[in-house]
């Protein structure tokens, strides 16, 4: 039974946009909901995260670029994805925690995670 799962990712030229969203179950809606993302050779990195009341953090390298948001009451997370670069190129992953406070920069603070979902920008 999946815990959290994506919606399908895609294909995008340099500079365009993409949407993903996850939906959790009810017992994986934990405070702190995310993205994070792994490319091959790479270690997985957050993205974005934003905790039940809507406190935010974003890696330094999407800040200005991507929003995530999320719908409480339907258990959902949104990752709006502007100005995409190619190094952006990675399988995105859903995550959740119920941690107190939600860090982007500590992975292992985030022990759920959906399948994944591709996003590929091309230059």
């Known amino acids: 039974q999946a815990q959290l799962v994506e919606s399908q990712g895609g294909s995008v030229e340099a500079g365009g946009s993409l949407n993903v969203s996850c939906v959790a179950s009810?017992?994986?809606?934990?405070?702190?909901m995310g993205w994070f993302r792994q490319s091959p050779g790479k270690e997985r990195e957050g993205v974005a995260t934003?905790?039940?009341?809507?406190?935010?953090d974003y890696a330094d390298s999407v800040k200005g670029r991507f929003t995530i948001s999320r719908d409480n009451a339907a258990n959902r997370v949104y990752l709006e994805m502007n100005n995409l670069k190619p190094e952006d190129t990675a399988m995105y992953y859903c995550?959740?925690?119920?941690?107190?406070?939600?860090?982007?920069?500590?992975?292992?603070?985030?022990?759920?995670y959906g399948q994944g979902t591709q996003v590929t920008v091309s230059s």
């Open positions: 934003i905790s039940t009341d809507g406190g935010v």
């Open positions: 009810e017992s994986y809606a934990f405070n702190c």
């Open positions: 995550a959740s925690s119920p941690a107190l406070t939600c860090p982007v920069v500590i992975v292992s603070k985030y022990p759920y």
